[in-house]
């Protein structure tokens, strides 16, 4: 691995922002996570596919996100170059009932342009916060609704360069779940299909959404999300409020008081400590209730 050569070429070659020893903890919405040996920022996708040939080149391991808020990077931070997909590709057209968003759009103003042309189908995206790509990837859901159920295809770089349309189902779709997660593929484009709606009754849905996640989530601390995936037919925070955990801490992370699905950073709240703790959810959760939760979030780095 020559991490070396990678930055010489992407400083010499590319008009992306390039960062070395770059601590991730200013990139995750945890405010969590040691420092990336790269961390570029592509400013258009010629810049991506330089970034994965010189780093396929030079054996260097590419790690992609968007916004960080559904990840716990390792204390020890991340090895290679992690490419970040926010801020840059954000562009968003409508065409009739469709609408094609660059990976790198904030889901949230991808839901407000769907409003905004009266198309229904992305409400339940209100206050999620991350990019299109990093929601299609987690399959990211609420209210009943996922972004299985709108999404029509995503356009593609695999790691060799090469560029591919998937349509919906080749995406393996599952509960907060899809093939992206493997890390093999980059997400440029996300084409999602929405119906006509009543402007409205859009409106108000995404106010009632706003409303229940401001009264429900522990919005004043940094988190990443629910931690856990719901287990079929229950909600995880349910199994792990009967189970006794709230306010359960390891260092400076604690299980929230308010959703007990959420784990919130205190302050100081280490890698480590959020693993401790989500270790002894688990065991008490199957100890009490006898469910096994897996978590949702996604572990990367050292
Ligand atoms: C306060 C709060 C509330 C939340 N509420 C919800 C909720 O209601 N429902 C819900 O589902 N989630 C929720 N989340 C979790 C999170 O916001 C979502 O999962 C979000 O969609 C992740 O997007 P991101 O851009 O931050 O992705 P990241 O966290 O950066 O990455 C997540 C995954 O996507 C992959 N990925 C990202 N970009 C790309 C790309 N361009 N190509 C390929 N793979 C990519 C990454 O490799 C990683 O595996 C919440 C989080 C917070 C902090």
């Known amino acids: 691995m020559n991490v070396d050569a990678v930055t010489r070429e992407l400083m010499s070659t590319t008009r992306g922002t390039l960062l070395v020893s770059e601590p991730m903890s200013s990139h995750t919405s945890f405010r969590i996570g040691g420092p990336a040996d790269v961390f570029f920022v592509p400013s258009d996708e010629e810049d ?30 991340i090895e290679g170059l992690v ?31 769907a409003a905004e042309h009266s198309l229904t189908g992305l409400e339940f995206a209100v206050g999620i916060p991350g990019t299109v790509a990093g929601a299609v990837a987690m399959n990211s859901a609420a209210h009943g609704r996922s972004m299985s159920d709108v999404v029509s295809s995503v356009r593609v770089l695999r790691l060799d ?45 995404r106010d009632r959404y706003a409303r229940d996640r401001r009264a429900k ?56 400590d959020v693993t401790q703790l989500i270790e002894q ?7 009490k209730v006898g469910v096994r939760l897996e978590p949702e979030i996604r572990f990367i780095g050292r």
């Not at 990976?103 to 991808?110: D, I, K, Y």
């Not at 593929?185 to 859009?202: F, H, K, P, T, Y």
């Not at 229950?234 to 306010?247: H, L, N, T, V």
């Open 83 to 113: 490419l970040r997909i926010e801020g840059c590709l954000a562009q968003v057209t409508v065409q009739g009932n469709y609408i094609t968003a660059g990976a790198g759009a904030p889901l949230c103003r991808v839901a407000s342009v």
């Open 281 to 287: 959810v688990q065991k008490l959760v199957i100890d």
């Open 217 to 272: 989530q522990p919005l004043n601390y940094p988190s990443a999300g629910c931690v856990f995936r719901n287990p079929a037919g229950g909600g995880a925070g349910r199994y792990i409020d009967q189970a006794g955990c709230k306010g359960l801490r390891v260092g400076d992370a604690e299980v929230s008081r308010l959703h007990a699905n959420f784990i919130v950073n205190l302050g100081c709240a280490t890698a480590s």
């Open 48 to 77: 991506i596919r330089v970034a994965l040939r010189s780093c396929s080149q030079h054996g260097v391991p590419v790690t992609v996100i968007g916004g960080g808020t559904n990840l716990l990077v390792s204390d020890l931070g």
């Open 161 to 205: 360069g090469t560029e591919v349309v998937l349509q919906a189902n080749e995406c393996e779709f599952g509960e907060k779940t899809s093939a992206f997660q493997r890390g093999e593929l980059i997400i440029l484009e996300v084409i999602l299909r929405l119906s006509a709606g009543d402007q409205e009754e859009i409106r108000r849905l």
